[in-house]
């Protein structure tokens, strides 16, 4: 199972993590990134960082990421490289992070670890719409591939809902970002991961967040994890059993046994909602 809940540090991150990080100056997630990074390196993974307008020797005062990137194991790249493919395709930047990985594989690393300020590219509502549904197709490659990733988000530069709605499509979020999480994961058969919690401000949250992740039905049910979810009123989860509805799909629940959800379930009497206690 991934690591998910709310972080004040990403010392420690491992294969498949996914952090959203918000910042309050660009030297302050350099720094952060560099440590994040050069912690791949010690994991035998090849690294990379992306940042608008970067410059190849970003991080050369690093100790230890100048020689890794002379010999390739560490690489920095301009951000604006994905900026145009971005909003016509949210899956070509995915796919080609893939790639990479699977050639760092190739190769003889253990993964891929990138660390990008992608602040640049969100500012826009629409393209902050397209780069959230890339966020959910990099995050169920990163389920599933050695793929281990940190995205950065200017505090001062964005408003506090566009960095909700994007951090809430990460399994890991610094403290602050989003009450919830809604992210994929690889066990067989669950379609995504609800965490956190759904309250007055959360619905909105979850709205924007259905609707940009994939819950494709199987067998006609889509299967949630909801075992991390600490609370969620009843607006929200008619939210979610309606979003499911909508695609000819009834909803599996997945509880921790101490859940509070499902005594609200046996009070709305939902006719296709299965619970599973776990």
Known sequence: MRRSGFVDTVDGSVCHDHICWVFDTPEEFRQLSARFLIEGLAAGQQVLYLEDAARKTELDHIDGFGSARRRGAADVQDLAIYEAELPADPAAPARAF??????????????????????????????????????????????????????????????????????????LASNGSTPLRLFSTAQAGISAVLAGEVDFYGRSLLHSALTRVDLTPVGGEVIIDARELSFIDHQGLLECVEHIRGKGAATVLHLAADSSTRLLLELLHLPDVRVVMS
């Open 98 to 171: 893939v790639r990479a990985c699977q050639q760092a594989v190739a190769d003889g690393y253990t993964g891929l670890r990138v660390a990008a300020d992608v602040t640049s590219l969100v500012r826009d509502p629409g393209r902050a719409a397209s780069f959230a549904r890339y966020e959910h197709l990099i995050d169920t490659h990163m389920a599933r591939h050695p793929l281990t990733g940190m995205c950065g988000f200017h505090r001062g530069r964005l408003n506090a809902t566009t960095i909700a709605e994007l951090a809430c499509l990460h399994p």
